[in-house]
């Protein structure tokens, strides 16, 4: 539902190529994935354009939300669950390591305290904390992968032949490990030059060629990155993912 870095793409008030261009998918929303099954509906983050994607994909049902982790692009859409607890008359499930929720409770804080008045409501949920272990939700399987944001640990996720890896500059062998006999693997890759927290392009490929997935897709992409021009210079089988892809997997 979304392909791009903390700031989206455009960025606000730029004129380069990129953030200029007519091809839709050098548009692209804070990251976040939707995933069905025939009986669960789940998405990893809610950021800022939490809304927006629901909407744009008709989201009318949603059982859960795992958390990567508590940075602001893939949180700050959090109060949002409130029209699912209207609809669905209970509380959203999340799903976040013990350091994500904490954040949570200070910068939604009133989600969480005893509240001054209830005004247009608070967001319901049930909290469901989780490490490296396994869980499921439902009829899907998960398994979280540990990686590193520069010195944040943060959560990938591998669901069956799936795997989900935003926000990393480093995957540990026993991670890698985790993300063998990958289809479809969708990895940070934010731009071409350094980045003290995530994975430039050279070195997501890197990466990929270690892994052997049948197919990567390279998210969390700057407006540095022009969607065609990048990805005509990628190898077989890497393509730079953009917001409204879809694909199939086994679960």
Known sequence: MGTGTSSGVPLIAC??????????????????V??????ITIVIDSGADFRQQMLTHKVDKLDAIIFTHHHNDHISGFD?????????????????????????KQVFSYAFDELEQIGGGVPQIDVN???????????IDIEPIQLM????EVFGFRIGNFAYC???NFISEES?????????LILDALRFTPHPTHFTVAEALKIIEKLKPKQTYLTHIAHQIKHSECEATLPENV???????QFEIEV
């Not at 939707?34 to 009986?39: C, D, K, R, T, Y």
């Not at 029209?83 to 499930?93: E, G, H, L, V």
């Not at 904390?129 to 009829?139: N, V």
């Open 176 to 184: 890698q490990a985790k993300l063998q006999n990958i289809d479809i």
């Open 129 to 139: 904390l989780i490490d490296a272990s396994k869980f499921k939700i439902g009829d």
């Open 239 to 245: 393509y730079i993912a953009y917001d409204g892809l």
């Open 149 to 152: 944001h520069g010195n944040l």
């Open 34 to 39: 939707l995933i069905q099954s025939e009986n």
């Open 80 to 104: 949002d669950v409130r029209a699912f607890n209207y609809i669905q008359n209970k509380p959203m499930p999340i799903y976040l390591n013990d350091k994500t929720l904490q954040y949570l």
């Open 166 to 168: 935003t926000d990393t």
């Open 15 to 32: 004129k380069c190529l990129t953030c200029l261009s007519d091809d839709s998918r050098d548009n692209r929303l804070r990251c976040s």
